[in-house]
């Protein structure tokens, strides 16, 4: 026995202790108020490779458009992308981030000027989350929206192909930036914003991005006036694999556009992530069958426009419904761009890439949808009234995007001129703006 007493107790007063400890540990839990939001690095690194991913974007859309424009205009078509890069960034940090998520807002249709330059900040200002004790750098949320401010831009491009003198591009973009995306990012998506208080849902930008970029694309091929009419009829994809890696590139880093906008690597992200994948698997398929219904082959062409048309449809929605509803509106989607796509010569408007038909119309599907079906998730108002809503913001992200672009491009059109003459359309437009050729004959 006295060989087994000392051990054993003290086994025994360890045990003894350890209960007193849990003991103790359970009776007097942290009160509420004791938590405190700390920057979480997890979602910090999250983010961090979202915005990496969402800027991605931008040359593979490049890509995408460079493979469906003529060789003749490659090199314009894909720099309109490239120069977006360069010019949206430093209009966000000048002034275009303060106009959308500034601090201080002046009410609900506008930000402030409170953080031009990123003016208030440095390395241990945060931003929150969606959920109020996680936070994270606000330069990499700031970072993270410049993509997307980056993207919305370059997506009206698809419109000007051939005939956009390349300084006016540069001028347009500018200003949109400033005086159209940055203020509609405000409404949505700043807790000050009139739609977002309104309870209108866009999780990743279907609204902001998309309707907004579709919406000004179409207004500005309608005052561009038509390409040519030698110009429209050589105007064939020149290098359709161009096509298949920019839709590639942009449904990968499309992972981080809808699920980044989660803010955190959390069950929402994962959602976000799925919801994409099925959506734009849907769409792909539906436009390969509404082809081959209407007489055509299954073509790459095709397959790539599905893909990026379900991405469209299911921004607005990723987080918010379930997958057998994202499956559903990349099919709707789908079905809704493809007859858009078919139908455009009848209203008359060069819009030379479908930039509407692809972003517009299935933005449009994507926010009114997103309304219908978020219920599966619990998310929003009642059906009916969260529709109303969703048709409020569509509403009224038309009108504004419209009538702003409408505006800007009258005054750029008053200063120096908005498209190039019939001589140089027809020399090319790389020869004219760039003085370079994407091809030679060697």
């Not at 208030?120 to 945060?126: L, P």
């Not at 109020?132 to 606000?138: D, E, G, Q, R, Y």
Request: glycine share 10%; proline share 3%.
């Amino acid at each position: 026995m006295k060989r087994y007493g000392m051990p054993l107790v003290l086994l025994l007063a360890t045990v003894a202790s350890g209960a007193a400890w849990a003991q103790t540990s359970t009776e007097t839990p942290p009160a509420p108020e004791t938590i405190k939001a700390v920057v979480d690095f997890a979602d910090t690194a999250f983010i961090l490779i979202a915005s990496a991913l969402v800027l991605l974007m931008t040359p593979a859309l490049a890509f995408f458009y460079g493979g469906l424009s003529r060789s003749k205009s490659v090199l314009n078509t894909m720099m309109m992308s490239f120069a977006a890069m360069g010019v949206i960034t430093l209009v966000w940090v000048a002034v275009g981030y303060s106009i959308a998520f500034g601090d201080n807002p002046m009410g609900a249709w506008f930000g402030s000027f409170h953080n031009v330059m990123l003016a208030g900040m440095d390395s241990s200002s945060t931003a929150t989350t969606f959920d109020p004790t996680h936070l994270i750098p606000k330069y990499v949320f700031v970072m993270f929206q410049a993509t997307f401010a980056i993207i919305a831009a370059a997506l009206i491009s698809g419109a000007l192909v051939d005939r956009m003198k390349f300084g006016a591009y540069l001028a347009f973009i500018t200003l949109w930036s400033i005086f159209v995306y940055s203020p509609v990012a405000h409404w949505v998506w700043d807790a000050s914003g009139w739609l977002f208080n309104l309870g209108a849902l866009d999780f990743a930008g279907g609204t902001v991005v998309h309707i907004n970029a579709g919406v000004s694309a179409l207004v500005a091929a309608k005052l561009l006036g038509p390409r040519l009419q030698s110009t429209r009829n050589s105007a064939i994809p020149h290098n359709i694999p161009f096509v298949l890696l920019g839709a590639g590139l942009l449904w990968f880093g499309w992972f981080g556009f809808n699920a980044g906008s989660a803010l955190s690597a959390n069950g929402s992200a994962g959602l976000a992530m799925l919801t994409t994948q099925v959506a734009t698997a849907a769409a792909m398929l539906v436009w390969l069958i509404w082809e081959r219904a209407t007489g055509h082959a299954m073509s790459a062409v095709g397959a790539a426009t599905g893909a990026v048309v379900g991405l469209v449809a299911i921004t607005p929605a990723a987080g918010l419904v379930s997958p057998a509803y994202a499956i559903l509106i990349g099919a709707i989607g789908a079905t809704a761009s493809f007859w858009a796509v078919q139908n455009k010569r009848r209203f008359k408007v060069d819009d030379v890439l479908d930039v509407f038909a692809c972003h517009g119309v299935a933005g449009i599907v994507g926010a009114i949808l997103t309304g219908a079906f978020a219920f599966s998730t619990g998310q929003g108002k009642g059906t009916f009234e969260q529709v109303k809503i969703q048709c409020i913001g569509v509403g009224a992200t038309i009108v504004y995007a419209a009538i702003g672009t409408f505006i800007i491009l009258k005054l750029i059109s008053l200063a120096g001129g908005l498209r190039l003459t019939k001589d140089e359309e027809m020399e090319g437009i790389d020869i004219v703006c760039h003085e370079e050729s994407a091809y030679t004959n060697k």
